[in-house]
């Protein structure tokens, strides 16, 4: 069978989905998140004046260590009225010094008439001049063929041979890969396979890619028929984020390929991290969970009904069409008091790998994982409480400080502005301090007066900054009364961690992930000046 590129643009394409703004910090951790799972190629944003969160990840990606991934910045072909030195946006893409570049070109003669406005025969020459252009700064060029299926299906007169005139017209730029894509999510699988036959024949020993978005529920298929009819290049999201009804889910693509059609798509022993990297993005993406997710969602590989236990019990293949473990899920008993452990708890092993699994300790913590993730907890994101937890449970945690009591107060100073003031006293090594301090916000002064009041006991930290903090709300039905979950982002010593905490008191909540995320991050430095020692 082929060996399969997965081009990941969960960083653009699924940025554009509605509800979705994810920050540079976001973005940088699931770059290194798809690395780490395997992806050929992630594209991380498209660079313009008016997207200064991709401008700030390209420059700030440079410092990243990609191991298997590249990295594209994507953009669109010149415009019409230009020559591609003088088009702003072709020459931004060039300065990110991304190894890739992806650029989008009008196949769809409806769209060069009517929204480029330009003659078919102009449309051809941009799309030349543009690739051509970005090859000769030596970048890998990969092409979107942009509405080809609506451009090769259209019934006007020769619209077929138009989008292949397109494909002819970036080949002759120099591109390195033709990718067919269905733009508007409407096309029907046997559409897509015929047309990608067809693509495949006329330009044969070219990379012919797919890109597929699911508005009629075929996203994932049209992308494994398309492989199926000759396409080695194949682009997606994490979660089937993007707009409007999302773009082809990798999560599902990925684990068909290769556990169904028998394809290399990343390495197999990377593909049980794709429930994490599946749970990672939601959470930086402020989105729920799918549960009902194939593969990586939490009820994936959950049975309830009596007859589907029973089996189980016996033959794991009676009612699961893969081992859940292969993608990195669980198996979960939902009526079993012997439901073992949540798809959280494969990360105890991996802290401490010689412990004694019946040791009281580790059932015990094992339950309360159960029962945090039932109480809306998600460690997906949060490294950092769950390592905290353990070392809580196992008895291998000494606490830097302890909380005596705090309290929050907002004054209204205008009718616009408003100072949040924290008073805050704690406990180190039976010696109190207490303080007090103003924020932008209750969290932001409730940390400021943390710190005041831990600097005198830990210098060390003034080193931790908090670079993130999101909301969500798990129950929306109980409105006011419903419970958050609050996730902080902290960089120490150029690592980022992430801290969780939940409670129907947002501030409580967020006390919770301030704690830990101090917490940690002087356990850290303690642990690195330790390991640094003579």
């Known amino acids: 069978m082929a060996a399969i590129e997965v081009y990941d643009t969960t960083l653009r394409d699924g940025a554009q989905a ?46 990243l260590d990609l191991r298997t991934a590249k990295l594209a910045a994507f953009g669109s072909t010149r415009r019409a009225d230009l020559a591609p030195a003088d088009d702003a946006q072709l020459c931004t ?42 090859k000769s700064f030596g970048r890998e060029v990969v092409y979107d063929a942009e509405h080809f299926f609506d451009a090769f299906y259209e019934k006007e007169d020769r619209a077929a041979d138009y989008a292949l005139a397109t494909l002819a017209a970036a080949l002759s730029g120099g591109a390195d890969r033709l990718v067919l894509c269905d733009t508007n999510g409407g096309r029907m699988p046997a559409e897509i396979k015929s047309a990608v036959a067809e693509v495949v024949r006329m330009i044969p020993g070219v990379t012919i890619g797919i890109h597929t ?3 009629a529920g075929c996203g994932v298929a049209n992308a494994l028929v398309a492989v199926e009819a000759g396409a080695t290049h194949v682009q997606g999201t994490v979660n089937g984020y993007g707009e409007r009804c999302g773009n082809a889910n990798l999560c599902q693509i990925v684990p068909n390929l290769m556990l169904k059609m028998g394809h290399a798509a990343i390495a197999p022993e990377r593909l049980g991290r794709l429930t994490a990297v599946s749970r990672l993005v939601s959470e930086l993406a402020n989105q729920p969970h799918n549960d009902r997710q194939g593969y990586v969602g939490a009820s994936a590989f959950a049975h309830k009904g009596g007859t589907h236990i029973d089996a189980m019990h016996k033959t794991p293949q009676a009612y699961e069409h893969v081992a859940a473990e292969r993608v990195g899920n669980q198996r979960r008993i939902l009526v079993s008091d012997q439901s073992g452990a949540t798809a959280l ?34 460690f997906e994101a949060a490294e950092a409480s769950f390592e905290l937890m353990a070392k809580r449970a196992l008895g291998d945690f000494r606490p830097h400080f302890e909380l005596v009591n705090y309290r929050v107060r907002l004054d209204r100073v205008t009718t616009e502005d408003t100072v949040h003031e924290a008073t805050l006293k704690i406990r180190v090594d039976g010696r109190e301090r207490h303080t007090v301090a103003e924020g932008d916000g209750p969290v932001d002064a409730l940390n400021l007066a943390l710190r005041k009041a831990l600097v005198e006991f830990y210098p060390t930290v003034e080193d931790l900054r908090l670079i993130d903090f999101k909301v969500r709300v798990l129950d929306t039905k109980s409105a006011t009364a419903a419970q958050v979950r609050v996730l902080i982002q902290t960089r120490c010593d150029g690592h980022e961690y992430g801290t969780v905490g939940v409670s129907t008191d947002i501030i409580n909540a967020s006390w919770e992930a301030l704690c830990d995320s101090i917490e940690y991050g002087l356990w850290r430095l303690e642990s690195d000046l330790a390991a640094a020692a003579p």
């Open 18 to 63: 509605e509800g979705i703004s994810y920050s540079v910090q976001d973005k940088l951790a699931i770059a290194v998140a798809l690395d780490d799972l395997g992806v050929a190629y992630i594209e991380g944003g498209w660079p313009n004046p008016t997207h200064e969160v991709d401008i700030e990840f390209f420059r700030r990606a440079r410092e």
């Open 93 to 134: 893409l060039v300065e990110t010094g991304t190894p890739v570049v992806t650029i989008f070109g009008k196949t769809w003669r409806l769209h060069v008439q009517k929204v480029l406005r330009c003659s078919p025969g102009e449309n051809l020459q941009m799309i030349h001049s543009s690739v051509a252009f970005l």
């Open 213 to 215: 978005h699911d508005d």
């Open 345 to 378: 708890a494969w990360k105890l092993e991996r802290l401490y790998p010689q412990l004694d699994k019946r040791n009281p300790k580790v059932r015990h913590l094992l339950k309360q994982l159960k029962d945090l993730e039932a109480a809306g907890y998600q």
